[in-house]
T-cell receptor, first 109, second 112 residues
C-alpha cells in the first residue's frame, strides 16, 4: 500500500539552527515525491520535487531509495519558515497523490 | 496564467442537504484532483479526473461524487451532508505527463 509518514506533528528549532523534517514513504516502484507548504489559511504551494534536485528558499530534499525517505533540510532556519509542511507521493500515471500528516515547523527567535 | 480557482470559497449547509463545489484548472491542465482537509484526518484524496473520466478514487462513501467537463472544469457533489463533512475541500490541477499539482484556495464547508 502507498503510504507517507511524517513522524513529527510539531518541530521546534531556534533561528539559525539546522532543521530536518522527516518523511518516509511506502511504495513498490519509483514514485515522484514532493514537499508542499501551507501558510495559514492559504493554498498549498509546491516547495520541492525530487526530480528537480534544486534548492528553494534554502531547503533541499534528497530521495534515499534504500531508506525510502525524502527528508527536507535547511542549514539555517529562519522565522519565516514557521509554516506547515506536507510530504507527498504520487505514482507516475497513477492519478493519485498521498499526503503525509504534515509537520508544523516553529522557528523560535 | 491564472491559477486554479474554486467557487464558492465558503459555504454553510445543514445536515441532509447536498452541495456542489466547482473547480477551474489552470489553462491547459487536463487533470483535476479533489482532496478533503480536516484537522483530524489531514489531507485525504477524494478522486482524480482526466479527459472527463474518473481515473482514481479514494476511500470515501458514494455520497461523494464528481465529474469533469470537456473544458476540464470539474465539480464535486456531496449528497446527504453529515456533520463530519465539514472540511476544507481542495482542488488541484496538473498537465498530462507532469505530476506536479497546483492547488486552488479551497472551499471551506461547514455543515450544521
Amino acid at each position: 500500500a502507498q503510504r507517507v509518514t511524517q513522524p513529527e506533528k510539531l518541530l521546534s528549532v531556534f533561528k539559525g539552527a539546522p532543521v530536518e523534517l522527516k518523511c518516509n514513504y511506502s511504495y513498490s516502484g519509483s514514485p515522484e515525491l514532493f514537499w508542499y507548504v501551507q501558510y495559514s489559511r492559504q493554498r498549498l504551494q509546491l516547495l520541492l520535487r525530487h526530480i528537480s534536485r534544486e534548492s528553494i528558499k534554502g531547503f533541499t530534499a534528497d530521495l534515499n531509495k534504500g531508506e525510502t525517505s525524502f527528508h527536507l533540510k535547511k542549514p539555517f532556519a529562519q522565522e519565516e519558515d514557521s509554516v506547515m509542511y506536507y510530504c507527498a507521493l504520487r505514482a507516475p500515471g497513477g492519478f493519485k497523490t498521498i499526503f503525509g500528516a504534515g509537520t508544523r515547523l516553529f522557528v523560535k527567535a | 496564467k491564472a491559477g486554479v480557482t474554486q467557487t464558492p470559497r465558503y459555504l454553510i449547509k445543514t445536515r441532509g442537504q447536498q452541495v456542489t463545489l466547482s473547480c477551474s484548472p489552470i489553462s491547459g491542465h487536463r487533470s483535476v484532483s479533489w482532496y478533503q482537509q480536516t484537522p483530524g484526518q489531514g489531507l485525504q484524496f477524494l478522486f482524480e479526473y482526466f479527459s472527463e473520466t474518473q481515473r482514481n478514487k479514494g476511500n470515501f462513501p458514494g455520497r461523494f461524487s464528481g465529474r469533469q467537463f470537456s473544458n476540464s472544469r470539474s465539480e464535486m457533489n456531496v449528497s446527504t451532508l453529515e456533520l463530519g463533512d465539514s472540511a476544507l475541500y481542495l482542488c488541484a490541477s496538473n498537465q498530462w505527463g507532469e505530476e506536479t499539482q497546483y492547488f486552488g484556495p479551497g472551499t471551506r464547508l461547514l455543515v450544521l
